[in-house]
Every structure is written in C-alpha cells, then in structure tokens.
C-alpha cells in the first residue's frame, strides 16, 4: 500500500507524542482535482468501520476509509525531508520517485 521511511515514522511518533496521539493511527486520505493534481491529508484519528488497516515499518500504523484513497494512496511513499523553500515537511512521492540518499 504505502511505504514510510525511517525519517517519516520517526517524526510521527514525534507528533504523536507531543499531540497526546499516541496508541492512534494515522489516517491518510488522497484526492485527485479536475486537473489530474493529487492532494494529500493526514491526522491521527480513530479507526472506523470501513477503514483498510495496515502496519506499516518502523511501528507507524496507517488507516485509509475510501476507496479513491486507497487507490491513490497505492505504491506511494511517505517522507519527511528539507523541502525548499518551505523548510522540512512531509512529502508524498510516487514509487518512481525513491527518496535521495544521505
């Protein structure tokens, strides 16, 4: 489904932690505009009815409800890198975009 680097996992059990989170999954939602553009969500939530479960690497725990996510979400990657101008964020990178080495 969904690949989440080291880096990733390590900054959401962060958030997690400082958010009292911690125990939640992280729900992932992904949306396509009329211009084919993806557009990413994310937040520690309950699981609910419906919802895909899975356990990812490094103890990240991901839930996603709808369909259209789980297909959009399909042989992504989660990252947490230095995006500039805007300064370390999470980035959402298709399979073919494989993170740089450090």
Known sequence: MIFIT???ARMIHLS???SDCQGQPLRLSATKDASGGL???????????GDVRWECLHGVV????????RNL???????????????????FLSEKKQPEAT
Do not use: I, T, W
């Open 73 to 91: 979400l399909q042989n992504m990657m989660l990252d947490f890198r230095d995006m500039p101008p805007a300064g370390p964020q999470f980035a």
């Open 39 to 49: 557009h990413f969500k994310m937040g520690f939530d309950e699981e609910r009815p």
């Open 6 to 8: 080291e880096q990733a």
């Open 16 to 18: 997690a932690a400082s």
């Open 62 to 69: 991901v839930v996603v409800g709808e369909e259209e996510s």
